[in-house]
């Protein structure tokens, strides 16, 4: 498995492994547009040619919010989200950010234990945030040192 830079030519996969995981998913547009958006940084875990996961993030200001991670269901309970979240936050802090937040619906336990493995805190709630079915969001945050 190899984590790098999410290109373009990562789009379409990246779209159908969004359908696979969320209830309403990116469109391959969405996407691109953020691969390609100065703010954003996203990666892929490359397994030969196949995307079996990714993520993404926009920074400004030193701050980043996570936008999206999903692992294909084919290669769960690999350790391949840490691995992800893990790169970004070094990458991230690479590039000068000390701060990443993300929203996770309130039900998803597995994503939430992982978060609070590499030391994210919830700091808030939003509540619909989510659609299709309508749930609160969890605020997470981790702060690091640059």
Request: charged share 25%; hydrophobic share 40%.
């Amino acid at each position: 498995m190899e984590i790098i830079n999410m290109t373009l030519d990562h789009a379409p996969q990246v779209a159908e492994l969004e359908t696979l995981c969320f209830s309403d998913p990116w469109s391959v547009n969405a996407i691109s547009s953020e691969v390609t958006n100065p703010l954003s940084y996203w990666l892929v875990a490359m397994d030969g040619d196949r995307v079996a996961g990714y993520i993404g993030s926009q920074s400004v200001l030193g701050e980043a919010d996570m936008m999206n991670l999903a692992v294909s269901p084919d290669y769960r309970r690999q350790g391949i989200g840490q691995k992800l979240v893990e790169r970004l936050i070094g990458d991230l802090k690479a590039r000068g950010t000390h701060i990443l937040v993300l929203e996770v619906r309130a039900s998803n336990e597995s994503a939430i234990a992982l978060y609070q493995k590499l030391g994210f805190t919830q700091v808030g709630r939003r509540p619909n945030y989510y659609f299709k079915p309508r749930e609160d969001a969890l605020i997470l945050r981790k702060e690091w040192s640059l």
